[in-house]
């Protein structure tokens, strides 16, 4: 089953952010509460941790591109 990493919304007045810099690449094992990708913000830079445990199947936002929250940065297929 896929689960996607979704650009969270970390306050009131973010709407947007920056990928910096993915920690995992593409075929990746990750597990469950590890830091992915770093997001920078108009207030700082923040880590998003894995939902799931699983494999990083797509990186779908690539580093230095910005987007809204809720947009959709990555799949990951769990692991069973």
Avoid at 37 to 52: R, S
Wanted: cysteine-free; aromatic content about 2%.
């Amino acid at each position: 089953m896929s689960t996607t990493l979704k650009m969270p919304k970390w306050a009131m007045g973010i709407d947007e952010g920056t990928v910096l810099q993915w920690l995992k690449t593409e075929g990746d094992n990750i597990t469950q509460g590890e830091v992915l990708v770093e997001i920078e913000t108009a207030k700082a830079v923040q880590e998003v941790e894995a939902p799931v445990s699983g494999v990083l199947s797509k990186i779908l936002l690539a580093e230095g591109e910005t987007a809204e929250v809720r947009t959709e940065l990555a799949l990951i297929e769990e692991s069973e």
